[in-house]
């Protein structure tokens, strides 16, 4: 099964990254922040605090939660836009931060990758603890200041000093938290994509492979 790990804080290009490293590949793409959003969509569409652990964990284990390439489902309605609305993103951290909602999604992580026969994973612990194994781990950087510039740029929203205020805070949660939080994997490659086109992210993540890989040539 071929695992190809991409990890790091908001703004630094993954889900950009991934989804061309997939596209190149051939693999499919699964973007594990979605289902974090999804659970706390899922919790305050329900009216419920998404910092009441048990109410957290059962909403993840209870939805059902289909992350396509495109579209994202939750109990068969399309949230795609939803989950990236402010009261998600608010609540997202702290909901990724329970160890119960977490041991569930990376279960459904892994029963995917299976079902899939492999692929490209972006998230905040794939290479640490989803897929530890993966053929390959990239952990992805970029300044501050650009990762802000470029979550103020998708969202349309003008107001660079709050979508930087809020990154802050979110990267302060992840990396902090006690379950699984954000770091590098040892063996992980870090790439700070400050600067670079994706173009030339993706290039230097394919010629990783063309060096690492090994039984891929013909026999
Ligand atoms: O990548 P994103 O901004 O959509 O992620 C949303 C939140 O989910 C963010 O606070 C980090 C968390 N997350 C996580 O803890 N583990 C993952 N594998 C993916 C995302």
Same mark, same amino acid.
């Given at each position: 099964?071929?695992?190809?790990? @991409?990890?790091?804080?908001? /703004?630094?290009?993954?889900?950009?990254?991934?989804?061309?490293?997939?596209?190149?590949?051939? %693999?499919?793409?699964?973007?594990?922040?979605?289902?974090? +959003?999804?659970?706390?969509?899922?919790?305050?569409?329900?009216?419920?605090?998404?910092?009441?652990?048990?109410?957290?964990?059962?909403?993840?284990?209870? @939805?059902?939660?289909?992350?396509?390439?495109?579209?994202?489902?939750?109990?068969?309605?399309?949230?795609?836009?939803? *989950?990236?609305?402010?009261?998600?993103?608010?609540?997202? #951290?702290?909901? $990724?931060?329970?160890?119960?909602?977490?041991?569930?999604?990376? =279960?459904?992580?892994?029963?995917?990758?299976?079902?899939? /026969?492999?692929?490209?994973?972006?998230?905040?612990? *794939? /290479?640490?603890?989803?897929?530890?194994?993966?053929?390959?781990?990239?952990?992805?950087? =970029?300044?501050?200041?650009? +990762?802000?510039?470029?979550?103020?740029?998708? $969202?349309?929203?003008?107001?660079?000093?709050?979508? $930087?205020?809020? @990154?802050? +805070?979110?990267?302060? *949660?992840?990396?902090?938290? #006690?379950?699984?939080?954000?770091?590098?994997?040892?063996?992980?490659?870090?790439?700070?994509?400050?600067?670079?086109?994706?173009?030339?992210?993706?290039?230097?993540? $394919? /010629? %990783?492979?063309?060096?690492? #890989?090994?039984?891929?040539?013909?026999?």
């Amino acid at each position: 099964m071929r695992v190809i790990a @991409i990890d790091g804080p908001a /703004g630094s290009g993954k889900s950009t990254v991934a989804r061309a490293v997939a596209q190149r590949l051939h %693999l499919r793409y699964l973007d594990t922040g979605a289902m974090y +959003r999804a659970v706390a969509f899922a919790v305050l569409r329900a009216g419920g605090d998404p910092s009441d652990p048990d109410l957290a964990a059962r909403t993840a284990r209870e @939805i059902e939660l289909d992350v396509g390439l495109d579209v994202v489902m939750v109990d068969g309605m399309d949230v795609t836009s939803d *989950i990236r609305e402010p009261d998600v993103n608010q609540a997202v #951290s702290t909901v $990724a931060a329970n160890a119960d909602v977490r041991r569930e999604l990376v =279960a459904r992580q892994r029963r995917w990758a299976q079902t899939q /026969g492999g692929g490209v994973l972006e998230g905040r612990d *794939i /290479g640490t603890v989803v897929f530890p194994d993966a053929e390959l781990k990239i952990y992805l950087t =970029a300044d501050p200041a650009e +990762r802000a510039r470029r979550r103020a740029a998708e $969202a349309g929203d003008l107001n660079y000093e709050a979508v $930087a205020a809020d @990154i802050a +805070r979110r990267d302060a *949660i992840d990396t902090t938290r #006690s379950a699984d939080p954000l770091s590098e994997a040892e063996d992980a490659t870090v790439v700070d994509t400050t600067g670079l086109t994706i173009e030339e992210v993706v290039d230097r993540i $394919a /010629g %990783l492979l063309t060096t690492t #890989s090994r039984s891929e040539g013909p026999v």
